[in-house]
T-cell receptor, first 114, second 111 residues
Framework: DGGITQSPKYLFRKEGQNVTLSCEQN?????MYWYRQDPGQGLRLIYY???????QKGDIAEGYSVSREKKESFPLTVTSAQKNPTAFYLC?????????????FGNGTRLTVT | RKEVEQDPGPFNVPEGATVAFNCTYS??????FFWYRQDCRKEPKLLMS???SGNEDGRFTAQLNRASQYISLLIRDSKLSDSATYLC????????????FGQGTTLQVKP
């Protein structure tokens, strides 16, 4: 089955540690996205990538980093510089680079930092 | 002004009611629009794309008003199972791939 896989589903870390969230897609989609969701809030764009080896900052990129070395993979690193990292992180992909097609989402990773 | 705005609600309606949500966007050049449904603690799922001429899928109708820069979602004959959060998504910078979500509107359908 084609889809987007995020792992792990739940992740716990101590404050001050960097942590990397995995996102893999086998849909052959060009564009990939990372969003963050806090309780009772909508999704906020962290980073997005329209093509391999290229990515752009979203609205809340500070404290995060990404790479896009392969078409199917778009890992997100939450660094210790991120002040409030505890959140629900959602990865998505789209067949169209220009945002003209819908997003397909993974199941998300719930990160808790204490 | 936020790039994409929704009334968070909640909208509490009885079964069988018709309910409508709006979503306003800031950039008049935006070209692509979508509605998603999100159930509690789950990922969003595509409900429907929004086309310029308006479109319908069963009990759901989506419309675009470019002059006033908003999209709408109409749900007819509400079911208990329609209870969820409805999120609008806008390609806020046309053709850049930057897709921005509204904060979502919560719908509760009561028996």
């Amino acid at each position: 089955d084609g889809g987007i896989t995020q792992s792990p589903k739940y992740l716990f870390r101590k404050e001050g540690q960097n942590v990397t969230l995995s996102c893999e897609q086998n849909l052959n989609h060009d564009a990939m996205y990372w969003y963050r969701q806090d309780p009772g809030q909508g999704l906020r764009l962290i980073y997005y990538s329209q093509i391999v080896n290229d990515f752009q900052k979203g609205d809340i990129a500070e404290g995060y980093s990404v790479s896009r070395e392969k078409k199917e993979s778009f890992p997100l690193t939450v660094t210790s510089a991120q002040k409030n990292p505890t959140a629900f992180y959602l990865c998505a992909s789209s067949i169209d680079r220009g945002g003209r097609s819908p997003l397909h989402f993974g199941n998300g990773t719930r990160l808790t930092v204490t | 002004r936020k790039e994409v705005e929704q009334d968070p609600g909640p909208f509490n309606v009885p079964e069988g009611a018709t309910v409508a949500f709006n979503c306003t966007y800031s950039n008049s050049a935006s070209q692509s629009f979508f509605w998603y449904r999100q159930d509690c603690r789950k990922e969003p799922k595509l409900l429907m794309s929004v086309y310029s001429s308006g479109n319908e899928d069963g009990r759901f109708t989506a419309q675009l008003n470019r002059a006033s820069q908003y999209i709408s979602l109409l749900i007819r004959d509400s079911k208990l199972s329609d209870s969820a959060t409805y999120l609008c998504v806008v390609n806020i910078e046309s053709n850049t791939g930057k897709l921005i979500f509204g904060q979502g509107t919560t719908l509760q359908v009561k028996p």
